[in-house]
Each structure stands twice: as C-alpha cells, then as structure tokens.
C-alpha cells in the first residue's frame, strides 16, 4: 500500500525542548516537502528537497532543520530557536513528471506547552 | 509568502447546488493546482490546468485559468455533503520549477 506517513500524528513538547517529526514516502518520488499551517491558514513551506543529500530553505526555514539521507525519508527538526512552533506540520512528496503535483501525509499536530 | 487569494473565505451552500471558488495570484506560473483538506487532515490533490490551458474538467469538477487576470476558479457541480473540506489553489511560479505556493483556501461546507 503505497503513500506517505507522518508520525506521530500529535506530539506534546515543553517549550526549549527540540522535536523530530518523521516523514516516510514509498512512493519512489524523488522531491519532498515539509509545510507549516497555522489555524484557518494556507500552507507554507519549511524545507525541500528534490534529491538525496541534497536541501534547499522554503519560505519560513529559521528555527528548523532537515536532512535528505535517504530517499525514502525527510525528517524535519523544529529546533528550540523556533519562536512559535505549535502548528499542524504536512509532509508532501511529488514525482519528477507530474507537474510538481503533490502528495501529501496525514499531518502532525505538534503542541509546544 | 502567499501568492495566491481564495475567495471567498467561507462558502456555505445546500446539497444539489453548485460551489464556485475563485483563486487570485501575483506572478506569471507555470502551473495553477488545486487541492482540498478534510479538517486536520493531508491535502489531497484535485486537479492541475497549465498555463496554456483555458479549461479542464475532471467528474464534477470544472477549472478555468485567466492568466491575463491572473485568477482561477474551480467549479463543484451538484454539491454533496461530503465535499465539505476547505480548498487550497497553488501555483508553480516560473523560474520556481519545484516550489509550490499556496493561497489561503475557501472553507466550503455542503449542507443537506
């Protein structure tokens, strides 16, 4: 069953501490994407990648990090350094030929207390 | 940054009817998407008009691109309570191939 997960779907963190949210594709798409969204907000995008080992800053990259090591694979990291990091985070891969159509994950709600 | 604007926000019709939501951007693109989410979930990908295609359908779907007024539309025709979602247009900017951005979306809720 092919498609996309994020885990875990919601996660609970004390302010200062770091988070990893996992993201796993088994789609072989070879471009991938981390989205931040805010309550009653579109999507804006952290991080991307479009090959292994190899990463390019969205629009709202500070306070976050990523790595590529696999293809499969593209956790991102919401740093302490992150201001406001209590948000709904979405996962996308796309295939090379598709138009950059999208494919997205399930979510994850990380609340920062 | 948010290139496109969905209008309107919020969208409240009755089953049978038809939806219409229209979708504004800034720069010259590539391609315009659209896409919905189900509340607190993914987004799921609807549709995709190049910026050399006037029109498109797909089912009930109906999608036209004015790229002279740099807006879109997506029609829903014979609405059914299970499209209540909220939907999202982005669009491949040129010289962007990769990146897509998104406007703010329309909530639409379908009631019986």
Known sequence: ?113 | SQQGEEDPQALSIQEGENATMNCSYKTSINNLQWYRQNSGRGLVHLILIRSNEREKHSGRLRVTLDTSKKSSSLLITASRAADTASYFCATINTGTASKLTFGTGTRLQVTL
């Open chain 1, 1 to 113: 069953d092919g498609g996309i997960t994020q885990s875990p779907k919601y996660l609970f963190r004390k302010e200062g501490q770091n988070v990893t949210l996992s993201c796993e594709q088994n789609l072989n798409h070879d471009a991938m994407y981390w989205y931040r969204q805010d309550p009653g907000q579109g999507l804006r995008l952290i991080y991307y990648s479009q090959i292994v080992n190899d990463f390019q800053k969205g629009d709202i990259a500070e306070g976050y990090s990523v790595s590529r090591e696999k293809k499969e694979s593209f956790p991102l990291t919401v740093t302490s350094a992150q201001k406001n990091p209590t948000a709904f985070y979405l996962c996308a891969s796309s295939p090379r030929d598709r138009g950059n159509e999208q494919f997205f994950g399930p979510g994850t709600r990380l609340t920062v207390l």
